[in-house]
Every structure is written in structure tokens, then in C-alpha cells.
């Protein structure tokens, strides 16, 4: 490819002389020139440096990464150099954008590609805050990997079987749930930024920050909107207020902005194993079952600024998060009052008394298999009836090697098929 350069005409600064308000028009200018060179997603920013007359771009054809991360030719060193490859790329497009000269420099080579270099009215300033704006501004015109993150999904039960009319009242409700559990969490001091799309009967739903807590933060965002969702639907009359699934989990997944009206939207899409994942789990959920992956975080030790953070799988995850649910006490859900909420995996009890959670194995239809466990949640409500979500251990499939022995040794796993296998419903594993 040809080098290319845009000079931006000095006519168009603002007119405010202040440093502040010249940097943001620098801003303004960087996004137009940028948008014009994406052409409608056409082409992805890969990553970006400053340079003396304003900034280069690694810019590549949104094709270009699938392309380079297969597989090339029929060597026995072709797998190797796939795997490579899209372990560099994925590297590339995770976390900041921003590159110093020599590395952009070592990309523009090994990726065969030749920089774009805008030139600004004024140089692009250092401070961070500019900084962090254009990376946003970088992102919302690429792909970015992010390597772990924790997910929601929400999926109505048997929702093409509503009326038109129904749906449209199931999925505000749903909803609602959502942005009253956001305002729930504000009232606790918890201010998160949390993104959702639209399954068509559900929501994928996640926290914008990647910081550790967010996992925490999302979990109890979680617990609200089940508990709203539920105690409106003990008060609904008719199909007005959806039955769901929901699982949890944490995952890899990829990043993107659509394009609507010829911009790429302030929003942004998600897919990858964790959608996969989740989607895959709630094919075997049953109505009001939520399902929580069998998946490995870092948490920080307490809400305290600084705290270390502490590597925790799905099980010690559940133990520390519900070990600290006295601030939902207190709490008006859908006009009820929140005494406690008991939040655990369902399990079994050995020869030792010990409790042991039961882990699930979940095989799609392509045969390839996730764990989850099953998840409980007690809402206490004051003068009123105590609200349980999730199913009773009792309902769900048992393992034959748990039977007659102490499972204070070895995990229960049974294994869930799909309705569309020649396979039982629910087998055990064996």
C-alpha cells in the first residue's frame, strides 16, 4: 500500500485559543480523518503513535486478521505459524492502542503494512486524559480482544410462543429489571457502567470496566434484576412479566462497533467464547434455572483502593462474593423490602457432612462440552413470603459414580445432551 497523508486545513480550529479547547478540536479533526479512511468499516485501526506532525495509523482491510491468522501453505510448520500469528494479533488489539515508534515501527513489518500518518493543525498532547480519548476514539474504529471479562445472559423461557404484544411487554419488564438493579447498586455506593445487546428474547449484558471488582459488581447486578424480575412476576397477572434463564460466566471474547446511519455507533457488540459459552449453557437451562460457568477470575481482597487481588475459580468465587451481601439489606425491589438475600451452589451432603457443590458437564450439539453449576438465591422479604429462585438440587440429574460415597472426594458431574442428540435429555456420566 501506498504511504498515505492528510493534512487537516488550519481553517478549521475552533476558535477557542486555549490549549484545552485547541486540543479538542485536534480531537474533532482526528475522529473526522480517521472515519473518512474507515469507510464505513471497510478498514480497522490496528494501533497508533504520535510523530511530530500529528499521528500514524496501522490501518488493514477488516478482513486482513482473520486472513493473517490462518494458517498459510501445507508445511508441518503451518499450524505453529497460524497459532503464532493469532496470538500476535490478538496481543495487538487487546488493551491500549498507543505503540512508541519502535514497535509500531516492528508491527508495520511483520505485518506487511505501510503506516498512515495524519498530520494535526497542532501537536497531540501527552496528557492523559487526550490520550485516553484517542483510544476510544481508536477502538470505536477496529476490533479489540479482551482476554477476560464477566458476562450476563438473560433468556426468556419459551418466548415465541407470546403473542407480539406479550413479547414487547416481557422484554420492557425484563428490562426494567435491569435499570432497577443499576439504580439499586448506585444507592449502595456501587456506580457501574454497564452495556447490554439484545438476543431478540434476551440480553447479553457485561460492565464496561475491566478493572477486577467489575466481576464482583457484575454478580450482584445479577442478584438485583433476578430478584426484581421475580417478585414482579409473583405480582403479574397474564404473560406481562418474562420467566428466564440467566447464566454467568467469564471469558475471552471480541469487541466491535456496527455501523448506523453511516457512523459507527457509541455502543458496542460482543462475541466470542463467553457468548458462546453462556449461549450454549441456557440450551439446557431449564425455566428459572441460572447456571454459573466453571470459570477462573481475579478478584481484589476488599473494596478497598489497593487491595491485591487474588486468583479464584467459580466455586471460591461464590464463597467470598455471598459472603458479603449485608448491603442489599434495606433494598425496595418492585415495592418490597429486602431483608437478606442467600445466594449458593446447590450440592450434596457426603458421609463427611460436608457440602459439595455439583458441577454439571453441558455438550451441544456439535459435541463439544462446558462445565456450570447450579445456583440458588433466597430472597427474604419483609411481611411477606420468602422468594426462591433457581432450581432445588433435588430436580436435577444425579451421577451414578456419586452413588453410595462420600463426595467429599469427588465432585458429582453429570452430563446434560441436547433435545436434538439421539441421547436421552439428561444422561449421567458414567
Same mark, same amino acid.
Given at each position: ?36 479512511? *474507515? ?8 494501533? *497508533? ?63 506487511? %503494512? ?10 497531540? !498532547?501527552?496528557?492523559? @486524559?487526550?490520550?485516553? +480519548? ?34 414487547? !411487554? ?6 426494567? !429489571? ?7 447498586? +448506585? ?18 449484558? *457485561? ?9 464482583? @459488581? ?34 475471552? @471474547? ?60 467459580? +466455586? ?74 433457581? %432450581? ?39
Amino acid at each position: 500500500m501506498a504511504k498515505q497523508e492528510v493534512i487537516l486545513p488550519k481553517n478549521l480550529l475552533a476558535k477557542n485559543t486555549g490549549r484545552g479547547h485547541a486540543q479538542q478540536g485536534n480531537l474533532r479533526f482526528l475522529e473526522k480523518a480517521i472515519h473518512e479512511r *474507515w469507510a464505513l468499516g471497510q478498514n480497522i485501526v490496528l494501533c *497508533w503513535a504520535p510523530c511530530r506532525s500529528g499521528i500514524d495509523l496501522l490501518m488493514a482491510p477488516h478482513y486482513f486478521l482473520g486472513a493473517y491468522a490462518a494458517a498459510q501453505g501445507e508445511d508441518v510448520n503451518a499450524d505453529r505459524r497460524a497459532e503464532e500469528n493469532s496470538d500476535y494479533i490478538r496481543e495487538l488489539i487487546s488493551n491500549r492502542r498507543q505503540m512508541k515508534p519502535e514497535q509500531f515501527r516492528r508491527a508495520e513489518q511483520k505485518l506487511q %503494512l505501510q503506516r498512515t500518518s495524519l498530520k494535526l493543525p497542532i501537536p497531540l !498532547s501527552e496528557e492523559p @486524559h487526550i490520550v485516553s +480519548q484517542v483510544e476510544d476514539i481508536v477502538k470505536r474504529h477496529s476490533i479489540s480482544f479482551v482476554p477476560s471479562r464477566a458476562v450476563l445472559l438473560f433468556d426468556i423461557v419459551d418466548f415465541t410462543l407470546f403473542s407480539p404484544f406479550e413479547q414487547t !411487554s416481557q422484554l420492557t419488564s425484563l428490562s426494567y !429489571s435491569l435499570n432497577s438493579a443499576y439504580n439499586k447498586l +448506585q444507592q449502595m455506593g456501587i456506580d457501574i457502567d454497564f452495556r447490554r445487546t439484545t438476543t431478540g428474547d434476551g440480553f447479553y449484558v *457485561w460492565v464496561r470496566s475491566l478493572e477486577a471488582i467489575s466481576t464482583i @459488581h457484575l454478580f450482584q447486578f445479577m442478584l438485583l434484576s433476578i430478584a426484581d424480575n421475580a417478585i414482579a412476576k409473583r405480582k403479574s397477572v397474564g404473560n406481562t412479566v418474562p420467566v428466564i434463564r440467566t447464566g454467568f460466566h467469564v471469558g475471552s @471474547h471480541y469487541e466491535f462497533y456496527q455501523a448506523e446511519a453511516l457512523n459507527p455507533t457509541m455502543n458496542s457488540y460482543i462475541v466470542g467464547e463467553v457468548t458462546i459459552e453462556l449461549a450454549r449453557m441456557l440450551d439446557l437451562a431449564q425455566a428459572g434455572q441460572i447456571f454459573v460457568g466453571d470459570f477462573k477470575a481475579q478478584i481484589p481482597t476488599s473494596n478497598r483502593d489497593g487491595a491485591y487481588l487474588i486468583d479464584v475459580d467459580a +466455586q471460591k468465587f461464590l464463597e467470598r462474593v455471598t459472603r458479603n451481601l449485608e448491603g442489599f439489606k434495606g433494598l425496595v425491589l418492585s415495592d418490597e423490602e429486602v431483608v437478606a438475600i442467600h445466594a449458593y451452589l446447590t450440592g450434596e451432603t457426603g458421609i463427611s457432612a460436608g457440602q459439595v457443590a455439583r458441577r454439571f458437564k453441558i455438550t451441544d450439539k456439535h459435541g463439544r462440552s462446558r462445565y456450570a453449576y447450579n445456583l440458588r438465591c433466597n430472597i427474604h422479604i419483609k411481611n411477606s413470603k420468602t422468594i426462591i429462585m433457581g %432450581l432445588q438440587d433435588y430436580y436435577l440429574p444425579r451421577s451414578s459414580r456419586s452413588q453410595g460415597k462420600s463426595l467429599a472426594d469427588e465432585k458429582a458431574i453429570t452430563t446434560l445432551y441436547p433435545k436434538s442428540r439421539q441421547s436421552p435429555d439428561i444422561t449421567e456420566e458414567r
